[in-house]
C-alpha cells in the first residue's frame, strides 16, 4: 500500500506562531501520547470535526512525511485506521504550505495551497 507524501496537522493561532518561529513539540494531547498527531488529506475533516469541533482561529499546516523520515510512524488509531504520527519535533522547514482553516461547500476542510 502505498502511503501518502503528505500530511496534515491542525494547530492553534498560538500552535501556529510557535511553528512559525522554527518548531512545534506538540498540543497537551501530543505531549501525552509522546507523539504529534496528524492526519491524511482524506482523514483531515473528521478530525477537524471530532477533536476541534466549535473552535476558531485555526491553522492548517501541510507537512512533508518524506523530509521527517524515520520520525514518522503509520499507527492504527479511529476504528483501526492508520494516522501519521510523529515522534519529534514538528519543524517549520518540514511545513510545505499553511494557512487558516477554511472549509469548502461541501463542509470540508480546505487544504493550504502550497507555494
Known amino acids: 500500500m502505498t502511503r501518502p507524501t503528505a ?4 494547530l492553534t493561532a498560538e500552535q501556529m506562531a510557535t511553528l512559525e518561529a522554527g518548531s512545534f513539540a506538540g498540543a497537551p494531547i501530543d505531549q501525552l501520547d509522546g507523539y504529534i498527531h496528524l492526519s491524511t488529506a482524506a482523514q483531515l475533516t473528521e478530525t ?6 466549535g473552535q476558531t482561529g485555526l491553522w492548517v499546516a501541510e507537512v512533508d512525511l518524506e523530509a521527517l523520515g524515520d520520525s514518522v510512524r503509520w499507527e492504527p488509531s479511529r476504528g483501526g485506521e492508520d494516522f501519521p504520527h510523529l515522534y ?3 519543524t517549520l522547514d ?7 482553516l477554511e ?3 461541501d463542509g470540508s476542510v480546505r487544504l493550504p495551497v502550497t507555494g
Open 7 to 10: 500530511a496534515f496537522k491542525v
Open 48 to 53: 477537524v470535526d471530532k477533536h476541534f469541533a
Open 88 to 90: 519529534g519535533k514538528l
Open 94 to 100: 518540514t511545513v510545505v504550505a499553511y494557512s487558516p
Open 103 to 105: 472549509r469548502e461547500q
